[in-house]
């Protein structure tokens, strides 16, 4: 899990009120969701399609670059690919990403978004009843990308290639 405040463009996806959330896996994805809905720390799940939007971190001179060429195309969500491409490509644990850009602050001032939201969302693993009762269900594949209905990934993220 990454946190970050990271640009202005999840204001715009996702309002002051929402944060933006991406994931690998369609049940921690859910997750962030739900434990959003129940703590008040609200979160909306942005476009994850890595084959659609890695090519706007194309450059001619690095591996990549952290800007976004085009910025009609999900900035948001590209942002958070660009922290998820750290991992690499063959990475096959679950990933989630949560930008607070525009909920994280009101004026001047924090609003300590994310506190709760952390709190339900691994609050099966507190020794705190009511996080336990408030915490939401999720996969017991904790770490390996959920496949769909499994097919020849096995549960496994597949390796991406990138012409």
Not at 55 to 81: H, I, W, Y
Request: aromatic letters at 8%.
């Amino acid at each position: 899990l990454d946190m970050a405040t990271l640009t202005g463009a999840q204001g715009i996806a996702t309002g002051r009120y929402h944060a933006c959330h991406l994931s690998n896996s369609h049940s921690w994805e859910t997750a962030v969701s739900v434990a959003g809905r129940i703590s008040g720390d609200l979160s909306f799940p942005g476009v994850y399609c890595p084959e659609l939007q890695y090519p706007e971190f194309t450059s001619s001179v690095a591996d990549m670059k952290n800007s976004v060429a085009d910025r009609n195309n999900a900035q948001s969500s590209c942002a958070g690919l660009f922290i998820m491409s750290h991992l690499g490509w063959d990475w096959s644990g679950v990933w989630l990403h949560v930008d607070m850009a525009a909920p994280a602050y009101s004026g001047e001032r924090a609003t300590g978004y994310g506190v709760a939201l952390l709190s339900v969302l691994f609050g099966s693993a507190s020794d705190s009843a009511m996080l336990q009762s408030a915490a939401p269900s999720v996969a017991h594949d904790n770490g390996l990308h959920d496949g769909g209905s499994g097919g020849e990934s096995q549960g496994k993220m597949k390796k991406m290639k990138f012409n």
